[in-house]
């Protein structure tokens, strides 16, 4: 019998070849589960070591039974679909898959800022129904010398001001957890309130993680703050903003126009209003997709079970609060 049990959700006819490679030096038993109904989550995780994947299951009833359970690992960066505080509580750390897509995210937010600045959306559709001439679509904005505003400066935050410092822009980024070593090492502005970003900014790119501090931090105060000229562009989770704010904003053209790969709800509606704004540009939520963070995806989930397993913090532990009760879950364990 083996010393761990890793249960891993979604992948049950998969072969596991990069999760068997990061765990190999271990004594681990990996379960490939696809349960139909909750009460089956709940029999094979209750003896589990480490759980990996995510979605439907890894609710607080799940998670309440699973009493081994030192790590829940995503294959994503988002983890919004986990019941953090359910783990926390539980003595569990979650971990995300933290640098597996930031390249291909940060392009994405990068491909959205040239396509908006250059109207090519718009002068391509006007072009193909036979119209030479740009009307309104004339491309304006000179990109270098103009503003970029980064709320989040993370992995994919400084991605972003990395690959547009080569349009000798001014950078300004919002993030009160950064310190100010990465401030300088970046050559960028903090601003000590997120208002600040949309005001003065050409470009706005948001970049966080959803959760109970970023849900709706973005709505109609900020949106009524942004130049007329000003674009918005959102690669991470939609409900970081108030999307009713968004489109009344999009509608009445408080600012320009915006880029989106996210949506409050996913898949969105087909007659979600703003697929009816002529100053929108969106896509299915697949900033994060290539064939690279695919496979770094079950890398980095793997490595961080890996570290746990071991008895280290893992590098992509985002319940941090969880450190205090895993010494009083291990002394209870123990005793019992």
Not at 28 to 45: F, L, T
Not at 146 to 163: D, M, P, Q, S, Y
Not at 285 to 300: F, M, Q, T
């Amino acid at each position: 019998m083996a010393k761990f049990k890793v249960v891993v959700f979604g992948h049950s006819n998969d072969p596991m070849t990069q999760e068997r490679a990061e765990l190999e030096g271990l004594d681990v038993e990996i379960v490939q589960a696809d349960p139909k109904s909750e009460g089956e989550a709940m029999e094979i995780v209750k003896d589990a070591d480490a759980i990996m994947g995510g979605g439907f299951w890894q609710n607080d009833r799940v998670i309440n039974v699973a009493d081994k359970c030192q790590v829940l690992a995503v294959y994503s960066h988002g983890f919004n679909h986990i019941d953090v505080d359910a783990c926390t509580k539980k003595g569990i750390i979650v971990t995300n898959a933290a640098g597996m897509c930031a390249e291909e995210v940060s392009n994405q937010a990068v491909a959205f800022l040239l396509a908006l600045n250059r109207q090519i959306p718009w002068l391509n559709t006007r072009l193909k129904a036979g119209t030479w001439d740009a009307g309104p679509y004339r491309p304006k904005g000179t990109i270098d010398e103009e503003t970029l505003g980064i709320i989040g400066f993370g992995n994919i935050g400084r991605a972003v001001a990395r690959k547009m410092g080569g349009w000798r822009m001014k950078t300004l980024v919002y993030d009160p957890y950064i310190p100010p070593w990465i401030i300088k090492e970046y050559g960028v502005e903090q601003v000590g309130h997120k208002n600040d970003i949309f005001s003065r900014s050409d470009y706005v790119v948001v970049v966080v993680p959803l959760n109970k501090e970023t849900y709706h931090m973005i709505g109609a105060e900020q949106f009524k703050l942004m130049k007329k000229s000003a674009f918005f562009i959102n690669v991470c989770r939609g409900s970081v903003v108030n999307e009713p704010d968004l489109i009344k904003a999009l509608k009445e053209k408080w600012f320009a126009a915006a880029g989106l790969d996210v949506f409050e709800k996913e898949p969105t509606d087909p007659n979600n209003p703003i697929f009816k704004l002529d100053n929108v540009i969106v896509a299915p939520h697949v900033a994060g997709s290539s064939v690279r963070s695919v496979v770094l995806s079950r890398s980095r989930a793997a490595q961080q079970v890996k570290a746990v397993l071991k008895g280290d913090w893992p590098l992509a532990g985002q319940n941090a609060e969880v450190r205090a009760l895993i010494p009083m879950r291990r002394t209870a364990k123990s005793s019992a």
